[in-house]
């Protein structure tokens, strides 16, 4: 299978080592900044709800504020701070830093992000898709780091995955491949909010998912979060809806693990702060479940990173590309 040939944005040129650097991560629920080094040490952190409806033209100086305050809080000076990378959902276009039209922001098409960013900040941009962006942190920092091939997906207000090979990430040919959470489980099965088709992974998996079906259900929990902490304690009508998320997210890693043969999957997102409870059966699944020997050799683990894996992965494309490392471009 080859790499794309599609290239990021031209954000920090090859052979410059930027040091560190401004990462912003946008998210269909909270917007992070977050200041990383080269290291992968992030040197601050901070969050806030992105009240997508609002519009880019609301939400984007917010972000912009956001960044400037954690560079103010991480000791850094600013002079020092010689580039910006951006993790976004998409459809986007990472060569021209554009945000086509991601289904998590409602309304935010054709948004030009690199140029904004680069006026708000006097520095170079670079934009990646979000899940790929946090398979790049995985594979240069956290619990991918020396492996060959790994598939990341982050279970959040939608899923989104990145995928490494043979030490490259694969981006597809405009850009935007490893959408795994459009992995159809159930053909016939709910609606997908964020394509529109029926019966994708996300649909099952996501945390906006998991609530919805608790609502439908009559069920008195609000977030993924609430039914996770019901299930842990037993309560029937929890753990049904769990053990469902758990089979579907089951069903479409073990399509994905026959698909890539990965070493290693990673999952991260919000929806996997219920650790043991998911992560357990999953990985028991998935080896159980997938073809010989792909099954017998691959791990699933939990990010490492916590909530601070959107960050961390845009900053690894930054570096990426500062060093000519750019995984999938020569």
């Known amino acids: 299978m080859a790499t794309s040939a599609a290239a990021p944005a031209a954000g920090v040129p090859a052979g410059s080592l930027p040091s560190p650097v401004l990462a912003l991560d946008i998210g269909g629920t909270k917007l992070a900044a977050g200041v990383v080094d080269a290291n992968g040490v992030v ?24 960044g400037r305050r954690v560079v103010a809080e991480s000791g850094v000076d600013w002079p020092a701070i010689e580039a910006v990378g951006i993790g976004c959902g998409g459809p986007l276009d990472a060569a021209r830093g554009v945000l086509i039209a991601p289904p998590h922001l409602p309304g935010w098409r054709d948004v030009p992000i690199n140029d904004l960013a680069a006026h708000a900040f006097e520095r170079p941009v670079t934009l990646e898709n979000d899940a790929t962006a946090a398979a790049a942190g995985e594979h240069r920092w956290g619990a991918g780091a020396g492996v060959r091939h790994m598939v990341y997906l982050t279970i959040s207000t ?3 995955g990145g995928v490494v090979i043979d030490g490259s990430l694969y981006r597809g040919a405009s850009g935007n491949g490893g959408e795994l959470g459009h992995v159809t489980v159930d053909w ?24 919805e079906r608790a609502h439908e259900a009559g069920l008195p929990y609000a977030t993924s979060k609430d039914v996770a902490a019901a299930a842990h304690e037993g309560e029937p009508a929890a753990r049904a809806l769990w053990d469902e998320t758990v089979e579907a997210l089951t069903c479409g890693l073990i399509s994905i693990v026959d698909l890539f043969e990965p070493e290693l999957v990673v999952l991260g997102g919000g929806v996997t702060g219920s650790g043991a409870l998911l992560l357990d059966p999953v990985r028991a699944g998935v080896r159980r479940g997938a073809m010989r020997p792909a099954g017998e050799a691959v791990d699933v683990v ?19 590309r500062a060093t000519g490392d750019v995984p999938g471009h020569g």
């Open 158 to 160: 939608g899923v989104g």
């Open 43 to 66: 040197h601050s952190f901070a969050v806030e709800p992105t009240r997508a409806q609002e519009g880019p033209d609301v939400a984007l100086p917010r972000l912009f504020e956001l």
């Open 188 to 211: 016939r099965g709910r609606r997908c909010r964020g394509c529109g088709r029926l019966g994708c992974l996300e649909a099952y998996v996501s945390g906006t998912s998991i609530a």
């Open 302 to 320: 939990l990010s490492p990173f916590g909530d601070r894996v959107g960050v961390l992965g845009a900053a690894a494309i930054v570096y990426d």
